[in-house]
Structure formats: structure tokens, C-alpha cells
């Protein structure tokens, strides 16, 4: 892994696995949908800790050189010549760590509205009728409110993320994000693509927005959630209706809170 690394993260459903597969139409970049190497990341660092009865024996110098190791070691294999972007939501959380590891790396965050986040979800479920979905631990019961309760709650798949992307946007090391915005990257992902460019410092490649390549199908089959990376072949954005009951939409509505330029004191690129 000479070449560097950035990392993908903000919100889930809101266009980064389609970014994955717009970067990695350059030979020179390696992206990919969210894979192993953040859990593998998180658990390391808590076996670092006073969990471990043994972590007396470990410094922080110690502790930066293993943690490194994770990325050297995955990526030596995949491709150790390539800038990687690395994806997950949780990266957001873990800057602190993260950063005195790759000082020079970026974030690159693909952000949406949480009310079309929540209809995405139960889109794809209603679609899915007959596959439970481990989303919900495949459970059969509930209705689209509990399922938005559980997705927007403080542990949930939106609601972790987006308050992780809070604590970074606000924090210390926001001058590392890029937000990317769900509607740029469907509507205008040139421009979208552009922006990354300049903010990683890497040469413009010409990417083809009408031949996107990717396939998840065997992962997202095993969580019972077919098409849940699935990624259409040229890069548009479908109006559609939600389909989620108007309070539950209007509840998530007023969440987008990178689109409020008074909140953001720090000058966060937003594009």
C-alpha cells in the first residue's frame, strides 16, 4: 500500500457504493464496497486496551505499528500499488486514531436526507417480500415504524453513522471531509468526481458515467438483502414517490444539517 490511503464513509444508502465503482474505473485507484478491515480495526484497538490484562506490556508506538499492520497486510495482497479508498460508516468515529496513523489522508462522505435513507431501506425490503433481512436480525415481525425507529436510533444502521459524521464534521479533524451529496453524485457526478480529485490531490481521470460496472450479488445474498449494492448501469437519479406513511418522512425530513451554511463554522467542502 505505497501509493496511500483515503477512506469512504457518512451515510449508508446515499451513494457510495456507486462511488466505489466510479473510482475504481481508474487503474491507478483500488475502492470497493464496505469490507473487513474496520471491524478487524475496532477489535484490535479494544484488545489494545485495559480489556486485555496484558496491554501493559504494549506503548502507543506499539499500538500505532499494529494497527497499521491491518492495512499493509489486507491491502499487500489486493493492491499494494494502487491509492486505496477504504469504506465504512464507522470510520467517521475513529479520526482521532485513525489519523495519527495516515496524517495526509481524506474522507471522502456521501451524505443523503435520512427520510429517503429510511424509504431506500423499505424499498428494498418490500421488494424483497419474501427474504428477511439481516438488517433486522432476520426477523419477520415488526412494522415501518419500529424498522425506522431501529434504523434511525442511536445504534441503528443510520442513526450510528450519521451521528458519527456529526462528531466529525464538528470536530477536531473536519478539515480532512468531503461531503459528497446523494443528489451531486446522481445528478452531477463529474462534478462530484471532480471535487475528490482536487481534494486528494490526484491527477483528473475520465470516467464513464454511462457504464458502471459492479457486482454484490453473492454478499447481498447472504443477508438476505438482494440488491442492497447493487449498482445501475449508468448514473442517474429516478424520481420516485416515498413510501414510507408522511410522518415517519416528515419526522427524518429536517435532518440534513451539512446544507445549513451557519452550521458549518469550519468550512467543510460540501459539494
Same mark, same amino acid.
Not at 477512506?7 to 456507486?18: A, C, D, E, K, Q
Given at each position: 500500500?505505497d501509493?496511500?490511503?483515503h $477512506?469512504?464513509?457518512?451515510?449508508?444508502?446515499?451513494?457510495?457504493?456507486?462511488?466505489?465503482?466510479?473510482?475504481?474505473?481508474?487503474?491507478?485507484?483500488?475502492?470497493?464496497?464496505?469490507?473487513?478491515?474496520a471491524?478487524?480495526?475496532?477489535?484490535?484497538?479494544?484488545?489494545l486496551?485495559?480489556?486485555?490484562?496484558f496491554?501493559? $506490556?504494549?506503548?502507543?508506538?506499539?499500538?500505532?505499528?499494529?494497527?497499521?499492520?491491518?492495512?499493509?497486510?489486507?491491502?499487500?495482497?489486493i493492491?499494494?500499488?494502487?491509492?486505496?479508498?477504504?469504506?465504512?460508516?464507522?470510520?467517521?468515529?475513529? #479520526?482521532?486514531? #485513525?489519523?495519527?496513523?495516515?496524517?495526509?489522508?481524506?474522507?471522502i462522505?456521501?451524505?443523503?436526507?435520512?427520510?429517503?435513507?429510511v424509504?431506500?431501506?423499505?424499498?428494498?425490503?418490500?421488494?424483497?417480500?419474501?427474504?428477511?433481512?439481516?438488517?433486522?436480525? $432476520?426477523e419477520?415481525?415488526?412494522?415501518? /415504524?419500529?424498522?425506522?425507529?431501529?434504523?434511525?436510533?442511536?445504534?441503528?444502521?443510520?442513526? $450510528?453513522?450519521?451521528?458519527?459524521?456529526?462528531?466529525?464534521?464538528?470536530?477536531?479533524?473536519?478539515?480532512?471531509?468531503l461531503?459528497?451529496? /446523494?443528489?451531486?453524485?446522481?445528478?452531477r457526478?463529474?462534478?462530484?468526481?471532480?471535487?475528490? /480529485?482536487?481534494?486528494?490531490?490526484?491527477?483528473?481521470?475520465?470516467h464513464?458515467?454511462?457504464?458502471?460496472? /459492479?457486482?454484490?450479488?453473492?454478499?447481498?445474498?447472504r443477508?438476505?438483502?438482494?440488491?442492497?449494492h447493487?449498482?445501475?448501469?449508468?448514473?442517474?437519479q429516478?424520481?420516485?414517490?416515498?413510501? #414510507?406513511?408522511?410522518?415517519?418522512?416528515?419526522?427524518?425530513?429536517?435532518?440534513?444539517f451539512?446544507?445549513?451554511?451557519?452550521?458549518?463554522?469550519?468550512?467543510?467542502?460540501?459539494?
Amino acid at each position: 500500500m505505497d501509493k496511500g490511503v483515503h $477512506f469512504i464513509s457518512g451515510l449508508p444508502r446515499s451513494g457510495s457504493t456507486l462511488l466505489a465503482a466510479l473510482l475504481r474505473q481508474n487503474p491507478l485507484f483500488h475502492a470497493n464496497m464496505s469490507g473487513p478491515v474496520a471491524s478487524i480495526y475496532a477489535n484490535m484497538l479494544a484488545e489494545l486496551s485495559g480489556r486485555n490484562e496484558f496491554h501493559v $506490556f504494549i506503548d502507543d508506538d506499539q499500538r500505532k505499528a499494529l494497527l497499521k499492520s491491518i492495512f499493509d497486510n489486507y491491502y499487500a495482497k489486493i493492491h499494494p500499488h494502487k491509492v486505496v479508498f477504504d469504506t465504512s460508516r464507522t470510520w467517521t468515529s475513529k #479520526l482521532p486514531s #485513525l489519523l495519527r496513523l495516515f496524517p495526509k489522508s481524506k474522507v471522502i462522505c456521501t451524505v443523503r436526507q435520512v427520510s429517503w435513507i429510511v424509504d431506500s431501506v423499505e424499498r428494498l425490503l418490500q421488494k424483497n417480500a419474501f427474504q428477511p433481512s439481516k438488517i433486522f436480525g $432476520f426477523e419477520t415481525g415488526g412494522t415501518v /415504524y419500529s424498522r425506522s425507529e431501529a434504523l434511525t436510533g442511536p445504534g441503528g444502521m443510520i442513526g $450510528f453513522p450519521y451521528n458519527a459524521l456529526r462528531e466529525a464534521f464538528f470536530g477536531e479533524y473536519s478539515d480532512h471531509l468531503l461531503l459528497i451529496t /446523494y443528489d451531486t453524485l446522481s445528478r452531477r457526478p463529474g462534478k462530484a468526481l471532480a471535487a475528490i /480529485y482536487d481534494f486528494i490531490g490526484e491527477p483528473p481521470f475520465e470516467h464513464d458515467f454511462e457504464n458502471v460496472e /459492479y457486482d454484490a450479488d453473492e454478499f447481498d445474498a447472504r443477508l438476505g438483502t438482494p440488491g442492497l449494492h447493487r449498482v445501475q448501469r449508468k448514473v442517474q437519479q429516478i424520481e420516485r414517490q416515498t413510501v #414510507l406513511p408522511p410522518d415517519i418522512f416528515e419526522k427524518n425530513a429536517n435532518t440534513a444539517f451539512w446544507a445549513d451554511p451557519s452550521v458549518n463554522r469550519k468550512n467543510v467542502r460540501i459539494v
